[in-house]
């Protein structure tokens, strides 16, 4: 079952911060890069970044990846390095950016400056009280949408298992 994608406009953010953004023909994903020593595969984030790239380049831009490393177990960590980052793309006015937040209760005024400064789109994780464009797995949806499908097939006893991670996705 493949679930489903939602695409949300933040109501014209990304035209009003292309008007007054740098002409760079970069445009930045901000990411961790998954992986580690667990992972052997191809990680999502590879995957992310090489579509958009090749997207990006049908158009005339070039994506540039904006390593944020290995996720830290430790909050704060994670919001440092992601602030200092996307102090790194102000500053050097890249065009526009691809953003997956994972300290996402955290930099909400930066992440602003950075939305009002160049176009922004945040991907899996929406960040309260900051107005960006979006792209994200509508996870309600997939899950009925499989639990129906399992139903169907004649299971009874489904267990969902995850994390208890406070995230704000669709």
């Known amino acids: 079952i493949v679930g489903s994608l939602e ?3 933040s109501g014209g953010t990304a035209s009003e ?33 090489w579509g958009m790239n090749q997207a990006l380049a049908t158009v005339g831009y070039h ?9 830290s177990l430790i909050e704060e960590e994670n919001a440092a390095r992601e602030a200092e980052q996307l102090r790194y793309m102000l500053d050097r006015g890249f065009g526009g950016a691809v953003f997956y937040p ?9 992440v602003d400056e950075v939305r009002r400064a160049i176009p922004l ?15 994200g797995v509508d996870n309600y949806r997939a899950m009925r949408e499989t639990i129906r499908h399992l ?20």
């Open 151 to 170: 139903i169907k097939q004649g299971h009874r006893r489904i267990a969902y298992v995850t994390k208890n991670e406070q995230i704000r996705a669709v």
């Open 102 to 110: 994972y300290a996402y209760r955290s930099n909400r005024a930066l």
């Open 121 to 135: 789109v945040t991907i899996d994780r929406r960040i309260d009280s900051v107005d960006t464009d979006f792209v």
């Open 17 to 49: 911060a292309a008007a007054v953004s740098s002409t760079s023909g970069f445009i930045a994903l901000l990411m961790w890069h998954g992986g580690g020593q667990r992972e052997r595969a191809i990680t999502s984030q590879q995957r992310i970044f």
């Open 7 to 9: 695409a949300e406009s």
């Open 63 to 71: 994506a540039v990846f904006v390593d944020l490393g290995e996720v």
